[in-house]
């Protein structure tokens, strides 16, 4: 049988940045390769309003689908609006934002086209106090 994860059961992890305060949000690693996944990753988070994820990169391709909330995505050739239903893909090693405008919050699932990858943001990220952070395999 496939497991089914219950996505609000999975406990969140607390990310903030180090220095700007508004990258601030939780999220969790629904599936990645050995955990639920062969081929792929999925990462569910939420953004408070205001917050933001923060300036970062991924080492494969990224969709995300927002489910709820209202938001921009922010890259270097400019911002478009998001919100519930929309779906985007971000090619490999892009660099990119998002952040909640709306007055909820902003609740979204990342699929991730690699079963182990990892994320490198502009700003150290507490926790882990790195710039990279990635799926939970990531070291074997």
């Known amino acids: 049988m496939v497991p089914i994860v219950v996505s609000q059961d999975i406990p969140r992890l607390h990310v903030q940045g180090a220095k700007d305060k508004s990258v ?8 990645c390769g ?7 990753s999925t990462i569910v988070y939420e953004i408070n ?13 990224e969709t995300q689908y927002i489910l709820s909330g209202t938001g921009e995505l922010l890259m270097e050739d400019g911002t478009q609006a998001i919100g519930p239903g929309s779906v985007f893909a971000l090619p490999a090693n892009v ?3 998002i952040v909640n405008t709306g007055t909820e919050v902003l609740h979204a699932v990342a699929f ?3 079963a182990m990858f990892t994320q490198t943001f502009d ?7 790195t710039h ?9």
């Open 123 to 129: 700003e150290v990220m507490l926790p882990p106090n």
């Open 34 to 40: 050995g955990h639920g996944a062969v081929q792929s």
């Open 49 to 61: 309003p205001g917050d933001r994820l923060g300036w970062h990169t991924d080492a494969t391709e």
């Open 132 to 140: 990279v952070i990635g799926t939970p395999n990531r070291e074997g």
């Open 112 to 114: 991730f086209a690699a």
């Open 95 to 97: 660099r990119h934002d």
């Open 24 to 31: 601030n949000w939780v999220g969790a690693f629904a599936t």
